[in-house]
Every structure is written in C-alpha cells, then in structure tokens.
C-alpha cells in the first residue's frame, strides 16, 4: 500500500464509450502524474499536475483528458478510445515536481482493454 | 531526449547475485532511480543515485558512474519473492515536472 489509490482496477470499454479514471493520493504531495504501461515498452509519461496546474504534457492525444480538482484528486478522462489505447494506466504522486531527489510513489494502475 | 537501456531478462537462482546493468544517454543528468514491479502490480521505490559511487541497502545496493552513463542494481542473497521486473529511470533537469524517463524493465527470474 504506497497512499495512491486507483479505481477502477480494470474496465473493459468499447471506442464510441466515455469513461473516467481516477486516482486519489493520501501522502499530502503536491505535483501527480499519469503513466501508460504497454507491453514490452517502458512506462510513458503522459501528464504533470503540480498544485493542481498542469506542468507537461507529453503530446498526448486529445481522446484522453486530464483533470486535476486538487492536489489530491486526479482523473483521465476516456473517450473514442483505439483498441492501441488498451494498457496499464498508472497514476504517481511526489512531494514536488521541483526538488532533485523526488521520489515517486505510484499506484497500482488500471487495466484498460479497449474492443 | 533520453536513451535507456537495460537487459530485458535475467535468470538467477535463489541464494546467488545477479547484477541489473542500466546506460543512459542524457543532457541534463539530475538522478537515477530504480523501481521494483511485481507483476500486476505498481512499481516500487528501491534506491537514487546522484553522486557517483554505490548506495547500499539491505540486500539491495545501486552504483552510478555519471561519466561513463552507467548504473547497476545489485541484488544479493536472492529470494524467489524477488523475482519481478526492475525499472532504471533517469531525471533530466533540462525536462519539466520532475519528469522521469524509464527503461524497459528487466525481469528477473530466481529459480530454487
């Protein structure tokens, strides 16, 4: 248990359906993050939040959508997804976005299947 | 950008050592971490490296040469609870967000 949760662990989603994903953080950080984890590729980074703004984005397409409402809520939002979109989602906390030393706690993801 | 690279499998046997090597290439080199993660399940810290030389903890210990590009996660007396993959990422101070660049992981497989 690393104080970032993620729900729903799985969801299996056609392409014409929206749906959200959320991650809650319960370590008081400041700056989160959404990662995609595909099969034999390294973990992406898809988007910075850092007090709520967000910092990066790393040109991801605008089917998915990121929300920050707080420095302790995060959600992806989801629509006219690909079945390439089909991955392991897996949203991050840290104490900052700044300091060197920053260690990232992350949560234990979202399966997502896209038919 | 940033390359990382890393072995994409290693097979030890429970009791030995294996050693995880991890290259990068970077222009803004600002710390090294590696991450364990089990199978369907989140990656966990294990050790930073910033300054040249080996970190040790527990069993667990990391080398980092920032001239050469070069780290390695050292696991001793091996667990079959260690089997999982490990991911080296590299900080790139020239990046926003405190952004992380992974390699693709090495799975390692202890055998009894």
Redesign the interface.
């Known amino acids: 248990e690393t104080g970032v949760t993620q729900t729903p662990r799985h969801l299996v989603m056609g392409m014409t359906n929206k749906k959200s994903l959320k991650c809650e953080q319960h370590l008081g950080h400041n700056a989160m993050y959404w990662y995609k984890q595909s099969a034999k590729k390294p973990l992406e980074l898809m988007f910075v939040y850092s007090l709520e703004e967000r910092v990066e984005n790393n040109s991801v397409p605008s089917r998915f959508s990121p929300e920050c409402p707080n420095s302790s809520h995060l959600f992806l939002h989801l629509h006219t997804l690909q079945p390439e979109d089909s991955a392991l989602y897996l949203c991050a906390s840290s104490q900052s976005e700044r300091t060197s030393y920053n260690e990232q706690f992350f949560g234990p993801g979202t399966r997502l299947t896209v038919l | 950008g940033q390359n ?1 690279d890393q072995p994409t499998e290693m097979t030890a046997t429970e009791g030995a050592i294996v050693q995880i090597n991890c290259t990068y290439q970077t222009s803004g080199f ?2 090294l ?1 590696w ?1 364990q993660q089990h199978a369907g ?5 294990l050790s ?1 490296n ?1 300054l040249d030389g080996l970190e040790e903890k527990g069993r667990f210990s990391s080398f980092l040469s920032r001239s050469k590009g070069y780290s390695y996660l050292l696991l001793k007396e091996l667990q079959m609870k260690d089997s999982a993959s490990y ?1 080296c ?1 590299v ?1 790139d ?1 020239k ?11 090495t799975r390692v497989l202890v055998k009894p």
């Open positions: 990382i600002n710390g971490f991450y399940e989140a990656p966990t810290f930073y910033v991911l990422a900080r101070r990046a926003a967000g405190n952004k992380l660049t992974f390699g693709g992981g």
